[in-house]
């Protein structure tokens, strides 16, 4: 969500923190701001809204200093206002926080009975005085900041800076991630390797409960007992990535668009195209001797989840449970001794994951990460990393890293089914083939994309939308609501096609638009009899199917034809044409499509 951005520079810094911060926008933020340390002093900017609302600012009112801290805020305590924005700060002390401090209302009010006055209603401005708290009993910075971080509660990554100290940042991080930037005579912090990418491809990654004192020409790392420590310098790959919308006119119709080239990236990375086969990453236990698959995800993760648990459970014959992490977390499940848990984040970071992987893996289960960043906090916290080959996805609704998740979660399928022998050889060839088509059925569907157009301008009008899917097509049809709902904003449920007599039905009326996900496959009977039960009610339906219009065997309002392709494939193909509904609705309704309200791409807080 939030993101951070710190220089120690060689220039005045003002004009990099800022574009470091426009690398960020994709995480999504409401306000945004930042300080720096000119002539000795702490000086910022802050802005509601976009980062053009805070360039604005500075053009008016500059800010000279060669070392400074950035951030972009998603409202957690207190309104999205100029008061609560990042960076906060006193005379002495500035600090920009990712993350929530779970004890800020009990330190608040031991700060303000010390005689602290607070400007704002966040918990970061709490760190603030606390800092200045223990400088004021005479601590250094360094040693302040030690004391301050030993009464915290809750997640954070924290880059803070010092009147009078030019050439000093302290980074922490506890829960939510946090980079330092190598530069030559220049030192750089951030929340994400896309920010730092136009200055340092060097990065060290702080570990959990990390925290480090940063100079231009020296880093010094302790962890959360205090021992100095050493951490790994990686070199980075986001530097080699634009970060642009290329001719198209949203990131997120750009990300659609990538989709074939991207699930052809993914698929290669699993398969030995030369023999057919999956050549599948070792996970550190015998695939045969699992007893059970535990999926955990959230948002759209969560739902290439669902579509894994269908194909896991018919392929491999292994039961699997799933569940939201924000559930899964506290339901302190008992797992199986030979369990292989399975958690899929595009990030990486997501809070409610990353708890949950920390859970199995306490009890004894084979941890699996599906991500796109391999760097990420769950990757290096998981036995085996499973990636997906997306590339850096701005929007905030995810289209192609869910794509790339079920190409990956499909490979772990057939891993799994050929290791317990409950798929043959040729079943096996025949579903890789099918897989391998997947991103030439897709281009082919991107070609028809003008008549989503004339659809998406029927449900603009709409103030409700239903989605329905049966098997392996359910979580096609929640994805596809949950789609319409980020960017559209109209209120839009997916259900089970064969619970629509079991409530549902009762919304149907001519004004409501029924999107039906029904490929021509063993359940296609079943949907179709529900098709009916809409028809006969007045339902406005649109069939997203392999079939044609004709053996609907009922009234459509649109029909948008997908290819024809072995069953096993369908959910990646069918995932395309509700990714541009949902894109062409919103477009239509004009909403923010990269940037939706109250949403954001990396949700790092519970």
């Known amino acids: 969500m939030c993101g951070i951005v710190g220089i120690l520079g060689s220039k005045p810094v003002a004009n990099d923190l800022v574009e470091a911060l426009r690398r960020l926008e994709y995480r999504g933020y409401d306000s945004a701001g930042i300080a720096t340390v000119q002539a000795g002093q702490l000086a910022r900017r802050r802005a509601e809204g976009k980062l053009t609302n805070l360039a604005n600012r500075l053009s008016d009112e500059p800010l000279g200093g060669l070392s400074g801290i950035g951030h972009t805020r998603w409202a957690t305590h207190g309104k999205p206002t100029e008061d609560n924005a990042h960076p906060h700060m006193n005379d002495h002390v500035s600090v920009v926080h990712n993350g929530i ?4 209302g009990e330190l608040r009010d031991e700060l303000i009975e010390a005689g602290h006055t607070f400007q704002s209603e966040t918990d970061t401005e709490t760190i603030v005085h606390l800092v200045t708290h223990y400088m004021n009993t005479g601590l250094q910075p360094e040693e302040a900041v030690k004391a301050a971080l030993g009464r915290l509660k809750g997640a954070f990554a924290l880059g803070i800076i010092f009147a009078n100290h030019d050439d000093l940042m302290i980074a922490a991080r506890q829960g939510s991630p946090l980079a330092i930037g190598h530069g030559d005579g220049e030192m750089y912090l951030g929340s994400d390797a896309i920010a730092l990418a136009p200055f340092t491809t060097a990065l060290t990654y702080l570990g959990e409960g990390d925290w480090a004192a940063i100079t231009r020409n020296e880093t010094r790392i302790y962890n959360r007992e205090g021992e100095r420590v050493e951490r ?10 634009t970060i642009d919308k290329g001719n198209h006119r949203h990131f997120m119709h750009k990300e659609i668009h990538e ?4 699930i052809s990236h993914t698929l ?19 695939l045969a001797a699992i007893d059970r698959v535990t999926l955990s995800a959230c948002g759209t993760a969560y739902y290439a989840g669902l579509v894994a648990k269908y194909w896991i459970e018919r392929y491999a014959r292994l039961p699997v449970q799933i569940d939201v992490a ?21 990030s990486g970071e997501t809070a409610d994951t990353l708890a949950t992987l920390r859970y199995c893996r306490d009890q ?24 997906t080959l997306a590339g850096p996805e701005i929007g905030v609704a995810s289209t192609k890293a869910f794509t790339c998740q079920l190409a990956a979660l ?20 025949e579903i890789i083939a099918a897989l391998t088509e997947v991103p030439r059925h897709i281009a082919t569907m991107l070609r028809s994309e003008p008549h ?20 392996i097509n359910f979580p096609l049809a929640m994805e596809g609501a949950l789609k319409l709902k980020e960017i559209s904003y109209i209120h839009a449920e997916g259900y089970a096609a064969g619970e629509l007599k079991h409530g549902p039905i009762a919304l149907i009326d001519e004004k409501m638009p029924v999107v039906v996900v029904a490929p021509k496959d063993a359940l296609f009977e079943k949907t179709i009899s529900n098709m009916q039960e809409v028809a006969a009610r007045g339902g406005q339906m649109i069939l997203i199917s392999d079939a044609s219009p004709d053996e609907a065997g009922c009234p459509l309002m649109q029909h948008i034809q997908t290819p024809q392709a072995h069953p096993f494939v369908m959910p990646l193909i069918q995932a395309v044409p509700v990714q541009l509904l949902a894109y062409h609705t919103a477009v239509q309704m004009g909403t923010d499509v990269d940037q939706p309200r109250n949403l954001a791409k990396s949700v790092t807080v519970e």
């Open 101 to 104: 401090i779970e004890n800020f």
């Open 232 to 241: 790994p310098k990686v070199t980075s790959v986001a530097s080699a990535l």
């Open 259 to 262: 989709q074939p080239e991207v």
């Open 268 to 286: 290669t990375n699993y398969i030995d195209m030369a023999n057919h086969q999956v050549d599948f990453p070792e996970l550190g236990l015998d």
């Open 326 to 346: 924000s559930e899964m977390r506290y339901r302190e499940a008992p797992l199986p001794a030979n369990g292989l848990a399975v958690f899929i984040s595009q």
């Open 364 to 387: 004894g289960q084979t941890i699996a990460s599906i991500v796109n960043v391999r760097t990420s906090t769950i990757a290096r916290e998981s036995d085996a990393i499973l990636p």
């Open 410 to 429: 499909a490979c772990l399928t057939l891993a799994l089914a050929r290791a317990r022998n409950t798929i043959s050889k040729e079943e096996e060839r």
């Open 452 to 471: 989503y157009t004339d659809i998406a301008y029927e449900l603009s009008k709409a103030k409700d939308v239903l989605y329905l899917g049966r098997g």
